[in-house]
């Protein structure tokens, strides 16, 4: 099994920025990619982002690109997501998620992992 762990969310004002942190434990897996999700109230969980097992292949969804940036340490087991000029719409609770492969998507049924989600706040 995998864990994932979800950490830096917190409450902002807008303009302003936050790192996330996702440290994944147990059984990892080589070449997955990772990805974070958010959920707002009253809303589906919408995809945010990707990142391949390399960090080459990036994927962002038009809402975020330009303000939010994904990266990952493999030695370390974490996968990041540095959010700048935050917007009140950016309030979600904000979900790391991963593969046990080489695929990725932009729908939560092609991931297989999941944390326990972290809650961002954005003030306006």
């Known amino acids: 099994q995998v864990q994932l762990v979800e950490s830096g969310g917190g409450l902002v004002q807008a303009g302003g920025s936050l790192r996330l942190s996702c440290a994944a434990s147990?059984?990892?897996?080589?070449?997955?990619?990772m990805a974070w999700f958010r959920q707002a109230p009253g809303k589906e969980r919408e995809f945010v982002t990707a990142?391949?097992?390399?960090?080459?292949?990036?994927y962002y969804a038009d809402s975020v690109k330009g303000r939010f940036t994904i990266s990952r340490d493999n030695a370390k087991n974490t996968v990041f997501l540095q959010m700048n000029s935050l917007k009140p719409e950016d309030t979600a609770v904000y979900y790391c998620?991963?593969?046990?492969?080489?695929?990725?998507?932009?729908?939560?049924?092609?991931?297989?992992?999941w944390g326990q989600g972290t809650q961002v706040t954005v003030s306006s």
């Open positions: 990142i391949s097992w390399s960090g080459v292949s990036l």
């Open positions: 998620a991963g593969t046990s492969g080489p695929h990725w998507g932009r729908t939560s049924a092609q991931y297989d992992y």
């Open positions: 147990g059984r990892t897996f080589t070449y997955n990619v």
